[in-house]
């Protein structure tokens, strides 16, 4: 019997795998979403570095002036990776984690070894923290222990997948701390070394990279030692892996610690504050100041302002000529001296300007063909209109060129001027120039406008007086290299030049120098306030225009600080200081300004006078080759002119006694208030001459005023053992009127003309006395006051 061949055994079956790997796909896809959707629900707490941040200013080298904290107090300074040097970059990453550019946010090997270490010693040894767990500590601390590690570590986790590196290392660099306020490399960079963070060198950058290990213990200003130990451990491990160089170690290693005091910068601070308040929410705002020159002349200032009262603050702006921008701003003499008003920013504050207008009077007035350099004008007492100025030191000079009465800031003859090109002309041509000028409320442009009667800003002045050597341009101050360059015509160049070069050659100041580098002679003026509130000094060349201001804030006066000796001095140290590139020569004159000779006292060219009529000849500068006739003076009818006269002999005869034998002859007149100044010679060929005695009826109009109460030539002494000083009571016989009594130039009183005028003579000496009425007429007294016995 057959049987069935037996079936082959069949092997187990295996077990499925996909269904394990569907169950792993699962399982990790379900923490995949689980970790998505914690990290929506528990997002890390990304810093807003834009909100964050510092506002800088810097000047234009980029160095910083001042610092504004953000709204937690935090200096920040923003820096990018690319502007940070590639040597901190090196020393940080090989110190605190030199495989950041691989892991994911932690560094599980680095996390086996500190293990591993901590319990073969009991201690902590070695850390495993990364970067990115460092900058999750910073922008979220966490507690101690393994909890707060964990979280920790989460979030780095977190930054690797919302940032990329580049982005994380920026973090650090501008959140890692420094010590006090300071966060960030930039920061710290400038606050303990004074450079920018692409500038360290191989210490300072070993220095900075250890430095937010312990910011308090090591910070370089107080504990130098500390940080020197701590620095060379970062050089130790960067030789070690052969980052740098045994030699570049070993000078790194030679390297002293040194570090400025922490400070955060305050240089141009009323300055820096105007242009954050400009630009809200900038965080960096470039400005045109040099860093150098800022600090030199604060320094200089801030030694300067204790030589003078209480309560006196001072203002210094420079301005570069050639494009505009702002070199140094000083709004006040020291920033954080609140007994000097420091806060208060004087560039800005509207003040009483002297005489610093006066330049623009002149220059306007030779625009508008009424005068040039050499014009004759008289500095007299005069009425315009009840307007009656007097001079600084209450004396009179009589004839004067338009350029001496400008270099000697003489106040009549620029109010003469004024009157004659209009005060409500002058201001509107000032405003549209960039100088605008506050009147008190209700008043209207006057006379007094150029004496100080108005009030102005140090920055418009400066920019006005840069004109001058502009080509009569008046740009508006750029505070910023970003600033457009704005500029409106003030004068002509002509004319411009023609200013210019009459403050160039002005006298000097108290002390008979004025700096003089490279020949670059500043054109200046100096100007003083009524009540000595304000004393001022403008000057400039093509390449610098330099403006002081010096005075008490709150307004109260400052007796004896005037301009010349209290604001120019801080001129001409200031450019002492100046680099050699604002030393800049004078300019030539334009094709449209030349030199010739004119003829006082018409004003004409000397060529186009006949030389009988040429009583003084001067050189004057003429622009477009006119030379304006003379002005008349106030209360005469014509300017001065070429008068024809009956002579009999040595007298003159009128009307109804003339005899028919009288000579014609031609004379060219001086005005009337030019008479007590002139030589006897000037006064024979350039007054009328006198009338004859029997013209008694037509004399009497024309007579000179007679002064009695002493003789001419007579001599006066003190009674012999009396201290007081020998006294006189003149009066002037045919006077009308009011009368000013000058003694050697000098207005001693305006009394009516009935009145006598008593005066004590304090000094011996020949004493020169002119009445003078409101008929413009005079009378002359000559006497000798002899010493005590």
């Not at 020393?91 to 319990?119: C, I, K, M, S």
């Not at 002859?665 to 000037?682: F, K």
């Amino acid at each position: 019997m057959s049987t069935a061949p037996a079936r082959a055994q069949q092997p187990p079956p295996r077990p499925a795998r996909w269904p394990r790997l569907r169950r792993l796909a699962w399982a990790t896809l379900a923490l995949l979403l689980l970790a998505l959707l914690l990290d929506r629900l528990f997002p890390p707490p990304l810093p807003d570095l834009g909100n964050d941040l510092a506002t800088v200013v810097t000047a234009r080298d980029g160095r910083p002036l001042r610092a504004f904290p953000d709204r937690e107090g935090v200096w920040r300074l923003p820096v990018l990776v690319d502007a940070v040097s590639p040597l901190y970059l090196e020393a940080l990453l090989t110190y605190e984690d030199r495989w950041f550019w691989r892991h994911p946010g932690v560094n599980p090997l680095a996390a086996l070894r500190a293990l591993a270490q901590g319990l073969r010693h009991g201690r902590v040894v070695s850390g495993a923290s990364t970067l990115t767990m460092q900058v999750a500590r910073l922008i979220e601390p966490q507690s101690p222990g393994l909890l707060g590690k964990l979280r920790q570590s989460l979030r780095a986790l977190q930054l690797e997948w919302r940032l990329d590196k580049r982005e994380i290392l920026a973090l650090y660099l501008n959140y890692a701390p420094f010590g006090g306020p300071i966060e960030g490399v930039q920061a710290a960079s400038w606050a303990y070394l004074g450079k920018p963070a692409n500038q360290l060198s191989h210490a300072e950058a070993a220095l900075l990279a250890v430095l937010p290990q312990s910011p308090s213990r090591l910070r370089p200003d107080r504990h130098p030692q500390r940080a020197r130990e701590a620095r060379d451990k970062v050089l130790q491990r960067l030789a070690d892996f052969a980052v740098w160089s045994a030699a570049t170690v070993a000078d790194a290693r030679a390297e002293n610690v040194v570090a400025r005091s922490l400070a955060v910068p305050q240089s141009a601070a009323l300055l820096a504050a105007r242009l954050r308040g400009q630009h809200p929410g900038q965080q960096r705002i470039d400005s045109s100041i040099d860093h150098d020159l800022q600090l030199r002349l604060e320094a200089q200032l801030g030694a300067w302002i204790e030589r003078l009262p209480p309560r006196t603050s001072a203002a210094v702006l420079v301005l570069d000529n050639r494009t505009a921008e702002v070199r140094a701003y000083l709004g006040s003499a020291r920033f954080a001296d609140d007994a000097r008003y420091g806060h208060l920013d004087m560039v800005q504050a509207w003040r009483s300007p002297g005489s610093t207008l006066k330049p623009f009077v002149y220059g306007l007035a030779i625009d508008a063909g009424s005068v040039h350099s050499a014009s004759l004008l008289i500095d007299a007492p005069q009425d315009f209109d009840g307007y009656r100025p007097d001079n600084f030191d209450q004396r009179f000079r009589g004839p004067v060129s338009l350029g001496e009465a400008l270099q000697q800031s003489l106040n009549v003859p620029a109010v003469a001027v004024l009157q004659q090109l209009g005060p409500a002309r002058f201001a509107a041509r000032l405003e549209h120039a960039g100088l605008p000028l506050r009147l008190p409320s209700g008043d209207r442009p006057n006379l007094s406008l150029v004496l100080g009667g108005t009030e102005v800003r140090l920055q418009d002045l400066v920019a006005a007086y840069a004109a001058l050597h502009r080509e009569g341009r008046a740009p508006l101050p750029r505070f910023r290299p970003a600033d457009p360059l704005e500029e409106r015509r003030l004068l002509s160049p002509g004319a411009a030049w023609i200013i210019a070069e009459l403050l160039r050659s002005a006298p000097d100041g108290n002390d008979g120098r004025f700096a003089q580098l490279s020949g670059a002679r500043l054109a200046h003026k100096t100007g003083t306030s009524y009540g000595f509130r304000d004393s001022w000094a403008v000057g400039g060349n093509a390449g610098v225009t330099i403006g002081v201001w010096v005075g008490r804030p709150d307004g109260t006066p400052s007796p004896g600080q005037f301009g010349a000796i209290t604001a120019l001095p801080v001129l001409q140290a200031v450019q002492a200081s100046l680099p050699g590139e604002y030393q800049q020569p004078a300019q030539a004159h334009p094709d449209s300004v030349g030199e010739a000779a004119i003829c006082w006292p018409l004003g004409a060219h000397a060529d186009a006078t006949q030389a009988e009529h040429c009583h003084r000849r001067l050189d004057a500068w003429l622009l477009e080759g006119a030379a304006p006739l003379t002005l008349a003076p106030a209360g005469e009818a014509q300017p001065p002119s070429v008068q024809r006269f009956l002579m009999d002999g040595a007298v003159q005869r009128v009307g109804a006694c003339r005899r028919g034998t009288e000579v014609e002859e031609a004379r060219a007149l001086w005005p009337r208030l030019a008479a007590p100044w002139l030589s006897g010679d000037e006064r024979r060929r350039g007054l009328p001459p006198a009338l004859a005695a029997d013209c008694a009826g037509a004399r009497a109009a024309l007579a000179d005023l007679q002064i009695t109460g002493a003789r001419e030539g007579s001599r006066i002494r003190a009674p012999r053992g009396s201290a007081a000083a020998p006294t006189l009571s003149l009066k002037a016989a045919g006077a009308s009127g009011e009368v000013r009594w000058l003694v050697n130039g000098r207005l001693f009183a305006t009394v009516p003309a009935e009145q006598s005028f008593k005066h004590a003579f304090e000094k011996p000496g020949v004493q020169d006395i002119v009445a003078i009425d409101d008929s413009a007429r005079y009378g002359r007294l000559q006497i000798e006051v002899l010493a005590a016995e």
